[in-house]
């Protein structure tokens, strides 16, 4: 459990509770839980933490956020286990990560967990706001536009764009002006929508 640099990078990385599983005929009992065969190699990880660099431009008030792994069993058969951003610390309010690209993009999130089982997504919850540049609402001011994604097992999803205030108006001359706050796609099968 002890904190270490990953690579040449500014990221972070420690973890604790891990198991090695070399056997290819009995595996630790993580890797039966999963429904794993009893030729399973590879590893279990409890809990993990992966810790953002500084160049990110996060600090401490906007951005609290670390990297986290729960239950992680990967080797044989895929990766199992929930992957999740997540505060720091308890109780710390969203988002708990705030990064700034330049000086006019933005990118927070407020909520990011992925559950996996055997390579296949389970669980998914993916919320957090943009700001683009160029990309203003209806009173002028840059968009704070606000992004939920849910991922389902099959590889479909679907994603929601909101803004509060609406995007800018658009105008076909006198005829009509359409204010836009939310858009919505997705994928469903081999249809995207």
């Known amino acids: 459990n002890y904190p270490a640099r ?31 065969p009893q030729d399973f190699i590879g590893a279990y990880v409890q809990q993990a ?15 609290t956020g670390v990297i986290t792994g729960r239950n992680l069993l990967l080797g044989t058969g895929g990766l199992s286990g929930t992957l999740a951003l997540e505060a720091k610390t308890v109780g710390t309010l969203t988002p708990v990560l705030k990064v700034r ?48 994604i849910h991922i389902r097992e099959d590889g479909d999803f679907d994603v929601t764009a909101s803004e509060n205030q609406g995007f800018s108006e658009l105008r076909v001359g006198d005829i009509f002006a359409l204010t836009i706050t939310a858009l919505y796609f997705g994928k469903s099968d081999s249809d995207f929508y």
Do not use: C, M, Y
């Open 6 to 36: 990953i690579g040449n990078t500014e990221f972070g990385i420690q973890f604790s509770a891990a198991k090695l599983d070399l056997s290819r005929t009995r595996n630790i009992p993580e890797a039966d839980a999963d429904g794993r």
């Open 49 to 63: 933490s992966i810790t953002f660099p500084q160049f990110w431009n996060h600090d401490q008030p906007n951005s």
């Open 101 to 148: 690209f330049g000086d006019n993009f933005q990118v927070s999130l407020d909520s990011f967990s992925v559950t996996f089982r055997q390579n296949v997504i389970t669980k998914s919850e993916i919320l957090g706001t943009l700001r683009l540049p160029g990309v203003t609402d209806s009173a002028g001011n840059p968009a704070d536009v606000r992004i939920d």
